[in-house]
């Protein structure tokens, strides 16, 4: 028998636990917590019509005289117990949660993947191509980099309402408040691959590309664009729980998702109105799950950021 035929291929999940990602992550309890506790809430939400005890933004399925039932305990009127306890208008707190984290967890990816697409492709360019197009780029980079990214997208927001007929504005309200969040984070992913697209566009093979005549494209998503993805995807995750809790701040204010369609932040800000008069379970739980969440995948965060540094190995 040919001993080559006689070496076995791994198996894929042999080649998972090979991987030194893999070796870092089993060997950080906070980290496999933290990833555990992504995942459950990232899983309650996708399947929140399932698991949640009522469609909390139904009005057929409210009642109010189930408002302000405390957590655990039997309604006066109904009997019914809710295990977080209900609002003013009678609506389950743990399947507004899910319903919310639903929102919160679209807007967040949405406007990471939006402002890494535009990030990366603004580093791309500006580290390749260099001359007065790099100046020009990292110079609105710095310009943005002096407002807050809450101003940026308050200002988004402020345009947006002024050109939109208030008939459409909550039809297309989650889309500007991802583009508005999207917009206000992208410096961050554009100067990171612009630093790493100097360092690559300079090495042999990719002198070699441009020798051969492969077309500049071609060259940035093919060659350089695999090189340079280990910090962004840092930045993506911590870049993540910053969306998310950019997206409740808005909401929290007001200038957010509609009231038809209301995320963690918006819960929060119904439920500081009661904080005050004894209803405390109404604000306390939304919080509780958004600081949880962003806690936990800015954990994950961390934990990359390590694991991809080779100085630290």
Request: aromatic share 10%; hydrophobic share 55%; charged share 10%.
């Amino acid at each position: 028998m040919n001993a080559s035929n006689s070496v076995k291929t791994p198996s894929l999940f042999a080649r998972i636990a090979d991987n030194d990602l893999f070796y870092s992550f089993v060997r950080s309890p906070v980290t496999v917590v933290a990833a555990v506790v992504t995942l459950v809430i990232f899983i309650a939400a996708l399947c929140a019509p399932l698991i949640s005890p009522q469609n909390p933004f139904d009005p057929a399925t409210l009642n109010l005289m189930e408002g302000f039932t405390p957590p655990m305990a039997p309604n006066a009127f109904t009997g019914n117990v809710f295990w977080l306890g209900t609002d003013a208008q009678g609506r389950d707190i743990f399947s507004a949660i899910l319903y919310g984290s639903r929102v919160s967890l679209l807007v967040g990816f949405a406007a990471v993947g939006f402002a890494a697409v535009l990030g990366i492709s603004l580093g791309l360019i500006s580290g390749y191509v260099g001359g007065w197009v790099d100046s020009l780029i990292m110079r609105i980079a710095d310009v943005q980099l002096s407002f807050p990214a809450i101003l940026i997208a308050l200002l988004i927001f402020g345009v947006f309402k002024g050109i939109v007929p208030p008939g459409v504005q909550d039809k297309v309200a989650i889309y500007v408040l991802i583009a508005a969040i999207g917009l206000s984070d992208w410096v961050q992913y554009a100067r990171t691959v612009r630093s790493s697209t100097l360092a690559e566009k300079n090495k042999e093979y990719v002198q070699a590309a441009r020798v051969i005549g492969v077309p500049a494209p071609v060259i940035l998503l093919r060659h350089i664009l695999p090189n340079v993805m280990g910090p962004v995807l840092v930045i993506a995750t911590i870049g993540l729980a910053l969306a998310i809790i950019l997206e409740s701040t808005l909401s929290f204010l007001g200038v957010g998702v509609p009231p038809t369609q209301p995320s963690l932040g918006t819960l929060i800000r119904v439920g500081q109105d009661f904080l005050f008069s004894g209803e405390w379970w109404i604000v306390l739980f939304p919080g509780l799950t958004l600081l949880v969440l962003a806690l936990a995948v800015n954990l994950l965060g961390d934990w990359l950021r390590d694991a991809l540094n080779p100085k630290l190995r």
